[in-house]
């Protein structure tokens, strides 16, 4: 039997934790991804082959999950950088451009992946796509006071708009307490067109757009792993 989309994903994490090394200062992501990195590193804490290191956490959830392993963390505002960080990514272009908020924590991914050495983004091959917005919607960030017009705004850019909600059809709410909008733009031929344009308007707080910020990219698949690279910001 074939291994699934979370054996990759468990198999790309712990290659992207190899790139740590002692003393480091490391981001943590959101979702799947970033628990299995956590995980992994206070693994390698506890046995001595990592020594003084330090996360990072992009969420609440990553925060509770570093704290019952074990993992020291620090506060972002004490830092002047951080060295890495290992995150996921919802879709992948081949200029290693990317989507990401479908978990809901892109404001606070795209503060630490723009103070990251290096950032690193680990996929299963599923990921993988020529072009940006084939396979995901656009999250787009947004407070809750006047939210509708935000909708209408980001429709005249010729998005299909939909507000996120929980299960039980409540509006979904970020770690800041903002709102989520998914726009689907459809193939994205010029994404900073585009993000140029989302941002154009105030009560938008941020979009789920990744560009130029991804310096590696594992991509674990049914032919193992491979590690795609730009150069380091």
């Not at 046995?47 to 609440?60: A, D, I, Q, Y």
């Not at 708009?161 to 989520?180: C, E, F, H, P, W």
Request: contains cysteine.
């Amino acid at each position: 039997m074939g291994k699934d989309v979370s054996e990759f994903k468990k198999e790309a994490s712990a290659y992207a934790v190899e790139l740590v090394e002692s003393g480091m200062v490391v981001g943590l992501g959101h979702g799947s991804t970033s628990i299995h990195a956590v995980r992994y590193l206070a693994e390698k804490l506890k046995t001595g082959k990592l020594r003084n290191v330090k996360g990072v956490p992009c969420s609440f959830q990553v925060e509770e999950e570093a704290m019952r392993y074990g993992m020291p963390l620090t506060r972002l505002e004490d830092l002047s950088s951080i060295d890495l960080t290992i995150d996921g990514a919802d879709e992948v272009d081949p200029n290693l451009n990317m989507i990401k908020g479908g978990g809901g924590a892109l404001l606070r991914e795209k503060i630490v992946a723009q103070i990251s050495r290096r950032e690193v983004i680990v996929v299963d091959e599923s990921k993988l796509s020529p072009m940006l917005g084939r396979k995901r919607p656009i999250p787009v960030e947004v407070i809750p006071f006047g939210w509708q017009f935000q909708h209408t705004y980001l429709q005249t850019l010729g998005a299909s708009v939909t507000v996120r909600r929980n299960a039980d059809k409540s509006l979904y709410q970020t770690d800041q307490g903002n709102l989520i909008l998914d726009c689907n733009f459809g193939p994205i031929a010029q994404p900073q067109h585009v993000a140029d344009l989302i941002r154009q308007r105030a009560g938008i707080v941020e979009h789920g757009l990744f560009l130029n910020l991804a310096t590696d990219v594992i991509v674990a698949g049914s032919e193992g792993i491979r590690h795609l690279k730009r150069e380091p910001k």
